[in-house]
C-alpha cells in the first residue's frame, strides 16, 4: 500500500492504494477534513468506501440506497439474507431510522454511545433499502466511537449501512492493508486511520417486550457491562446451537465467519500441559501427513514444535488482548500458508464470549475437550 507523502505546503491528493482503490491516509494528515469530505461524496454519489471503526474496518455505502448497498453485497461475496448495521453520527439521524424508542434502549445508547454497542430496533418503513433490513421488520443501528468514522459519515450526508470490510467468510479487517488484500479491486476507496482498537464487532442486542437484553452477537460490550441497565441479559439460543438459526437477524448469526484457508480446531482444557500435549501430537501427525501447521495459544501455554507457526494471543488474563490480535493472526497464518491450526479456547468471561464465538466460527464449530 501507498501511503500519502504529507506536505503542508500542498493541497492533499488521495493515492492509490493500487491501480484499482483510492486511499485516503489520514493518520497524520493536517488535511483530514478536505480528505473525508472527498470520501464522503463517493458515499453520496453511490459509491462504496472502507473506513476505520473502533472495532474493525467497515465498508459503508448509503443504506437508502439500494444500488450502493448491492454493490456491497456483490463486493464481499455476502449472502442477501444477512442484515448489515447502519452507522450513524448523530442522535437525530436516529428518529428518521426507527419507527419507535423504549426507555431501556434510549438508557442504553445514553451510556453506551458513541460505541461498540448495536441496537435491533423496528425499522421505520421505506427509510433504509430493503436489502439493509433483509427483509426484517428492524434495523440494527449503531454509533462509532471514532473520530474518522463520525467524521466520514458527517461528511456524506448519509446513514452508512457497514459491514465488515472484507471478503464474506474471510477474517474481518482490522488495518486499512487488510481491506487492501481484500477488496481493493472491487470497491471505491479506503480510509486509513490506522490499526483498529477492539479488534471484535459491536455486540448487537435487541432488548425484549419484558424489558430482557438478548444478545444476538457478542462483540466489545460485555453481557456484565449491559447487566448493569436490565434485570435480565441473555444470550439468544442460536449462540449455543447453531441447528436453531432460521433468519439471521443480526450480522454474525449464521455462515462460518472470520474463517482462515487453513482447517482450525479449537482446543479446550481444564489442565495447560494436557492441552498443550494434545495441540502438540495434533502438530505432529498434521507434519506427517504433510500439512503446514500453525497454532494459536495464550502465553500461559508453553508450545514449541519445529516448522510451526506460534502465534499469541497475549495473555488468558487479558482477553481484551485477545480481541485485538485474534484477526491480524489469522491473516498471518494465511500469508504463512498454513493448512493446519490449532486454537486455544477461553474462559466465556468478559469479552472472552466474543473471542470464543469468533474462534467457533473461525473454525465451523469443531471444538475438541480434552
Excluded at 504529507?6 to 482503490?21: F, G, I, M, T, Y
Excluded at 428518529?95 to 431501556?104: A, D, K, N, T, Y
Excluded at 450526508?157 to 472491487?186: F, K, M, Q, W, Y
Aim: aromatic share 4%; net charge negative; hydrophobic share 40%.
Amino acid at each position: 500500500m501507498n501511503n500519502q507523502t504529507e506536505n503542508s505546503n500542498d493541497k492533499p491528493q488521495a493515492v492509490q492504494a493500487n491501480s484499482l482503490c483510492t486511499c485516503w491516509d489520514v493518520r497524520h494528515s493536517e488535511h483530514i477534513e478536505q480528505q473525508l469530505s472527498e470520501a464522503g461524496q463517493i458515499l453520496a454519489n453511490g459509491g462504496i468506501v472502507a473506513f476505520p471503526t473502533e472495532t474493525v474496518y467497515g465498508l459503508g455505502a448509503d443504506a437508502r440506497n439500494t444500488h450502493a448497498v448491492a454493490s456491497v453485497f456483490t463486493a464481499k461475496g455476502r449472502p442477501s439474507d444477512n442484515p448489515l448495521i447502519v452507522h450513524i453520527s448523530h442522535m437525530d439521524q436516529l428518529g428518521s431510522l426507527v419507527s419507535e424508542i423504549r426507555p431501556l434502549e434510549q438508557t442504553l445508547m445514553d451510556h453506551f454511545w458513541p460505541g461498540p454497542l448495536t441496537l435491533v430496533m423496528p425499522v421505520r418503513p421505506d427509510t433504509v433499502s430493503p436489502l439493509v433490513t433483509a427483509g426484517l421488520n428492524t434495523v440494527a443501528i449503531r454509533m462509532p466511537d471514532h473520530p474518522i468514522a463520525l467524521g466520514l459519515i458527517s461528511a456524506s450526508g448519509c446513514p452508512l449501512a457497514a459491514p465488515s470490510a472484507n471478503r464474506s467468510g474471510r477474517p474481518s479487517p482490522t488495518t486499512a492493508a487488510h481491506v487492501i488484500e481484500d477488496l481493493s479491486a472491487v470497491i471505491d476507496g479506503v480510509v486509513d486511520g490506522g490499526s483498529a482498537g477492539i479488534g471484535v464487532e459491536s455486540t448487537v442486542i435487541q432488548v425484549q417486550d419484558d424489558h430482557t437484553i438478548m444478545i444476538l452477537r457478542p462483540g466489545g460490550i460485555t453481557e456484565e457491562q449491559l447487566s448493569s441497565f436490565a434485570k435480565q441479559v441473555i444470550r439468544d439460543p442460536a449462540l449455543q446451537d447453531s441447528s436453531l438459526e432460521l433468519t439471521p437477524r443480526s450480522p454474525g448469526m449464521k455462515y462460518t465467519h472470520y474463517a482462515p484457508q487453513g482447517s482450525m480446531t479449537i482446543v479446550m482444557g481444564e489442565h495447560d500441559e494436557v492441552v498443550n500435549q494434545y495441540i502438540q501430537q495434533q502438530i505432529v501427525q498434521a507434519q506427517a501427513r504433510g500439512e503446514k501447521t500453525g497454532v494459536l495459544v495464550f502465553d500461559e501455554t508453553n508450545i514449541s514444535s519445529a516448522d510451526t507457526v506460534v502465534l499469541s494471543l497475549g495473555s488468558r488474563h487479558s482477553l481484551a488482548e485477545a480481541a485485538n490480535r485474534l484477526y491480524a493472526a489469522l491473516r498471518i497464518l494465511d500469508s504463512e500458508g498454513v493448512t493446519f491450526i490449532m486454537a486455544q479456547g477461553c474462559d466465556q468471561q468478559g469479552v472472552g464470549v466474543a473471542v470464543m464465538n469468533r474462534l467457533s466460527k473461525a473454525a465451523g464449530g469443531q471444538i475438541i475437550y480434552v
